[in-house]
């Protein structure tokens, strides 16, 4: 059987025999020398013509495959020792060879997978948003030394803020509640005349804090639900201005507080 095979399509004297390999549907473990031999030499015939340099590294393959059909065809010395340990298969060497070719065009198989597969993919390019920060570039000209302060600088900052960081997961969970809010709030009213109204702003602890101010808030909204607590704003995002009801101020003094 012969096979009829275009130039184009093998990268390499190995390709061109691995694809003979293949289609006779032999092992590379058990390859039948003189058959592959004869195809792969007709071959190399029609092309050393069309490309010589191309056919040179043929050659050497096929010059390889030629000394192994010989070796192949030769007798043993003591054929009735065929199973003999210290008789060498002439085709082991090429054997590892075709092994390792395989391994790595399955490799290079791969990576072309996935360099088509990032080809494939769109990344957004970074965009030059000075026109809307209007700030413009800033360039530095510092020496070793000035360098090597202001690195130090940083050092220090990325230092303290650290410690800033580690003592805010510290004190996170000591944070106000709605259940102790709620109960600031109502002493902060006792403290007031019956009917007296004090802005919302007046019941935040710390003023710049955004999770005291939602507690708060939250404290208010729940004591107004238990119709603990009223509160009126004149227009839209307004002050708001809140007062105890007559339930808050039924409600029993803490013993702290009437002692004050």
Do not use: C, W
Not at 45 to 50: G, L, N, S, T, V
Not at 79 to 91: C, I, K, M, T
Not at 210 to 216: L, R, W
């Amino acid at each position: 059987m012969s096979y009829r095979v275009k130039l184009n399509i093998f990268e390499g004297p190995f390709d061109l025999l691995v694809y003979l390999i293949e289609h006779a549907r032999m092992s590379i473990y058990d390859i039948r020398i003189s058959e592959i031999t004869t195809q792969y030499v007709e071959y190399v015939h029609q092309m050393q013509e069309a490309d010589v340099n191309l056919a040179s590294e043929f050659m050497v393959l096929a010059a390889e495959l030629l000394e192994i059909k010989s070796k192949m065809l030769l007798p043993r010395i003591n054929p009735e020792q065929e199973g003999d340990d210290e008789y060498e298969d002439p085709r082991t060497e090429l054997v590892e060879k075709l092994k390792e070719y395989k391994k790595y065009k399955a490799i290079a198989a791969m990576l072309e997978e996935r360099r088509e597969a990032g080809a494939a993919t769109l990344a957004k390019p970074q965009e030059d948003l000075a026109e809307y920060t209007n700030e413009p570039d800033e360039y530095l000209i510092l020496d070793a030394a000035s360098f090597k302060r202001a690195f130090e600088d940083f050092l220090q900052r990325k230092k303290k803020l650290e410690e800033i960081k580690a003592h805010h997961i510290r004190t996170e969970k000591q944070r106000m509640t709605t259940e102790l809010r709620m109960v600031n709030i109502k002493e902060f009213f006792n403290r007031l005349p019956a009917g007296e109204r004090r802005n919302f702003k007046e019941l935040i602890e710390k003023k710049g804090d955004k999770y005291d101010i939602s507690v708060t808030f939250a404290s208010v909204l729940q004591m107004m639900k238990e119709k603990r607590l009223d509160a009126d704003q004149k227009r839209l995002f307004g002050d708001i201005e809140v007062y105890a009801t007559e339930y808050l101020m039924a409600e029993e003094v803490p013993d702290g507080e009437q002692n004050n």
